[in-house]
């Protein structure tokens, strides 16, 4: 009778490392994949790939500018400070 021990099913167990070998073939095999379909497709309508083209970058653009915080130019800071100084102003000076 053979003995069996209990570290004998870990090789036959997958490794997080064999799971993790597997799972990046995989998505390696499928970004080959949409890289020739994304390839054909460029070449059999290429005004279509150049308005989507144009259509991402639009909005990655529209994104980015509604996303980032303008800071004031010296005429908007200077235009602040001219509204508040007439309260600031000596009476006489006042108009």
Do not use: C
């Amino acid at each position: 009778m053979a003995q069996t021990s209990p570290y004998s099913d870990l090789q036959q167990r997958p490794t997080p490392v064999a799971d993790a070998m597997e799972l990046g073939e995989r998505a390696w095999e499928r970004a080959a994949t949409a890289g020739e379909t994304v390839s054909q497709t460029a070449r059999q309508h290429p005004i279509a790939t150049v308005a989507l083209i144009a259509g991402l970058a639009f909005a990655v653009g529209a994104l980015w500018k509604t996303g980032r915080s303008r800071q004031p130019s010296r005429v908007d800071s200077l235009l602040a400070r001219l509204a508040s100084l007439q309260n600031e102003l000596p009476r006489r000076w006042q108009v």
